[in-house]
Structures are given as C-alpha cells and as structure tokens.
C-alpha cells in the first residue's frame, strides 16, 4: 500500500468514528485498540476501551445529541496519525441548542493515532463549554 493509499484509508476510518459518534453505535468500539489512549479537557488521559465508554456516557450525561460537520473538515495525515481540525454542533440535555453565537463556536481539533488501522491514541482539543456558560473566563467582552 503507498503512503497516500494509507492516509487516505486512515481519513476514511476517522470519517467513520465521527458517523458512529453522531448516531451513538457501540459498534465504535471497534475502531479502538484496547489500550487506546483518550485525552479530553477536563477528563484527563485515560487508557483503554472501558475509559472511551465512561468518556462516552459522561458526555451523553450533558447532551442529548451532537452532530460533526465532517464535509467541511480539514484532515491532515503523515504516517499513521490525522489531524482533523473542524466544527460541531448539539443540543444540551436542557434543551439549549450550541454552538452559542459571540460565544462557542464548536471549533475543535484532533489527533488520531492508528496502530495498523485500529485508533490507538486519540486526543480531542475542544473546550467542553459547549454552552458558553464559563462567563468568568470569557477575557473579551
């Protein structure tokens, strides 16, 4: 396989993680090595599939649903990892619909890492502040 076949096959299973992230299908697991490593703020660095379940359902805990916006991402792929830079949108479990305008602009950023084609490695850079409620920290205006 040459290396753009491999980036390309790569873009197409992180594709596949946001569809299945979308629909809530715990066939995602699937995609996962089970020593997989997740970063997300405010959860930390956790190790293995059981960690990707409780990251899961404490999201879902707070929303009742997300949708990424896969058509209009950037993916960037060098060897096995891709870098997706792009934009999400949901609904909180209050009814609150995000991103909030002048507040939250469901930016975010990340990095997967495969071993074989398996994710062994995903960081998500995002603020979890979905809503903007974080007045306090907002330093413009």
């Known amino acids: 396989?040459?290396?753009?076949?491999?980036?390309?096959?790569?873009?197409?299973?992180?594709?596949?993680y946001f569809g299945k992230a979308d629909v809530g299908d715990p066939s995602i697991l699937?995609?996962?090595?089970?020593?997989?490593?997740?970063?997300?703020?405010k959860f930390g660095t956790r190790t293995g599939k059981a960690q990707v379940v409780?990251?899961?359902?404490?999201?879902?805990?707070?929303?009742?649903?997300?949708?990424?916006?896969?058509?209009?991402?950037?993916?960037?792929?060098?060897?096995q990892i891709v870098v997706v830079e792009g934009t999400e949108s949901g609904v909180a479990k209050n009814g609150e619909h995000w991103p909030v305008e002048g507040k939250s602009d469901g930016r975010?950023?990340?990095?997967?890492?495969?071993?074989?084609t398996l994710i062994s490695r995903l960081h998500i850079y995002v603020d979890p502040d979905f809503l903007g409620e974080d007045d306090d920290?907002?330093?413009?205006?």
């Open 108 to 116: 975010f950023c990340n990095v997967f890492e495969f071993s074989g």
């Open 54 to 79: 409780e990251f899961v359902q404490g999201l879902m805990s707070k929303l009742e649903s997300l949708k990424h916006d896969v058509g209009t991402y950037n993916f960037i792929a060098s060897g």
């Open 1 to 16: 396989m040459t290396s753009a076949d491999n980036s390309k096959q790569l873009i197409e299973i992180t594709k596949l």
């Open 30 to 41: 699937d995609l996962f090595s089970d020593d997989v490593q997740l970063f997300f703020p």
């Open 137 to 141: 920290r907002f330093y413009w205006g």
